[in-house]
């Protein structure tokens, strides 16, 4: 069946109305009615091109909320009517040593919700820019926040994951001293997230500006990393950091504020590499410098959960299809806080 989306047809082209075809739902497939698509900075970088191997025409969205519209007759997990959510994968080869520890996201096999090769025309993914998906049960999530924080709901999808992951997995919590580098789609959720852990949480941002805001998210501290001052006052102090900036610049300028075995592990992408940070700066107090991209579905499951437990949703504006490209441009200036989130019922002309 077609429905109405928004895409590309080339890299330099703007977003446009356009219809997709989306299969019907086989007997492990959960149709999604999508209510709300939040919109991330790599939609950007790949219906734009920046990155390799976009195929054209190019639907973005993988922050994607709504309500169950049908279920495979072998589907057990879900009904009709259900508020769910499909974050950046929609399959994976389900049989390796990642899919078997519930960590699909690093399968090699992994399928992302756009751009990535499927069977269903046109021959790769298309994402949640559109009124309808259907996925397979396996990597549809449960949404048990209210309807009416449904729309907010829908960033947690990547940007909570991809902060909530490594939090998670390095342990921060009480007793641990967190950074978290940039304050935007990425970085509001890593501050949110950090303090629901109980972590001490400081934020790093470049603007003096930023400062209040960092605070109501709940940053316990705000460091404006342009002021060497400021920076050399956390020197060696951290067991974390979080780094969400998806722009080239200076590692070294936070790895030196780790304490012996800290960890700055990456999470922004930039389209461009970072210079290569001093190898000194790690051997010397055995510091790692990691990276982390989303997280498995069971893994996304308990952030959403944890997120429901503790009243966590982003902090969004409101958008009409139509304004996509505007947004985009917005986005790129850092005009937002802190994520843009499309309306899906604007889909539609008609509508």
Not at 248 to 273: E, I, M, N, Y
Request: some cysteine; charged content about 20%; glycine content about 10%.
């Amino acid at each position: 069946m077609s429905v109405h989306a928004y895409g590309a047809y080339a890299g330099d082209k703007p977003l446009e109305p356009m219809q997709v075809h989306r299969r019907e739902p086989g007997a492990h497939d959960v149709a999604i009615d999508i209510a709300f698509c939040g919109v991330c900075h790599s939609d950007l970088h790949q219906v734009r091109a920046e990155w390799e191997g976009t195929q054209f025409p190019c639907v973005p969205g993988h922050e994607i909320v709504g309500r169950v519209r049908a279920v495979g007759a072998h589907v057990t997990g879900f009904k009709v009517g259900d508020r769910v959510g499909v974050g950046c994968l929609v399959d994976s080869c389900r049989h390796c040593a990642d899919c078997e520890e519930g960590l699909e996201n690093y399968c090699d096999g992994m399928v992302g919700t756009y751009n990535f090769p499927t069977p269903d025309a046109p021959g790769w993914t298309q994402g949640g820019y559109s009124e309808q998906m259907v996925v397979h049960e396996r990597y549809v999530l449960h949404v048990r926040h209210p309807d009416q924080q449904l729309a907010a709901v829908a960033p947690l999808l990547c940007a909570g994951i991809t902060t909530y992951s490594p939090l998670r997995h390095w342990q921060a919590g009480p007793g641990k001293k967190v950074g978290v580098v940039g304050i935007g789609g990425l970085g509001h959720m890593g501050i949110k997230l950090a303090h629901a852990m109980g972590a001490h949480v400081v934020a790093f941002t470049t603007s003096e500006a930023k400062r209040e805001a960092a605070k109501a998210l709940g940053a316990d501290e705000v460091v404006v990393s342009r002021d060497a001052e400021q920076m050399a006052a956390h020197t060696k102090s951290f067991d974390l950091i979080i780094n969400t900036v998806a722009a080239p610049h200076d590692l070294d300028a936070f790895l030196v504020l780790l304490k012996r075995d800290g960890v700055l592990t990456l999470v922004g992408a930039p389209a461009s590499p970072h210079p290569s940070p001093n190898v000194f700066n790690m051997i010397m107090k055995r510091r790692t410098l990691a990276g982390s991209m989303i997280g498995g579905i069971t893994e996304t499951q308990e952030m959403l959960d944890f997120c429901a437990e503790h009243q966590i949703t982003a902090d969004i504006e409101l958008i009409r299809a139509d304004e996509i490209n505007e947004a985009y441009e917005r986005m790129l200036k850092g005009d937002v806080k802190y994520r843009f989130v499309i309306d899906s019922a604007t889909l539609n002309p008609q509508a």
